[in-house]
């Protein structure tokens, strides 16, 4: 079992910055995929950026060159660090721990609000 536990979002300007925070509660925390998926209003939830077991990454096109995602496995910690805010990056930002490519389960955070507004 993992909990994970999102913090760090916010109102923020065009062009403003803001780094997400998820604590994961739980054994075997850096064996899973961390990633970052976001859903707007009347759209389905979509994934932002992925870091694997080994510190690889993946991001969605739309954050590429702006968002960065790491990980502190001594921790039990993933961050999001957005820079360059967009309107259109509006969304809630949902923390997660995919398991599945070693049979366990996966798992979701509450979700942090971000507004990006003028």
């Known amino acids: 079992q993992v909990e994970l536990v999102e913090s760090g979002g916010g109102l923020v300007q065009p062009g403003g910055s803001l780094r997400l925070s998820c604590a994961a509660y739980g054994r075997s925390f850096s064996i899973y995929i961390m990633g970052w998926y976001r859903q707007a209003p009347g759209k389905q939830r979509e994934l932002v950026a992925r870091?694997?077991?080994?510190?690889?990454?993946n991001y969605a096109d739309l954050v590429k060159g702006r968002f960065t995602i790491s990980r502190d496995n001594a921790n039990n910690m993933v961050y999001l660090q957005m820079n360059s805010l967009e309107p259109e990056d509006t969304a809630v930002y949902y923390c997660?721990?995919?398991?599945?490519?070693?049979?366990?389960?996966?798992?979701w955070g509450q979700g942090t609000q971000v507004t990006v507004s003028a």
């Open positions: 997660n721990a995919d398991g599945e490519y070693l049979g366990r389960a996966v798992y």
């Open positions: 870091i694997n077991a080994g510190g690889g990454t």
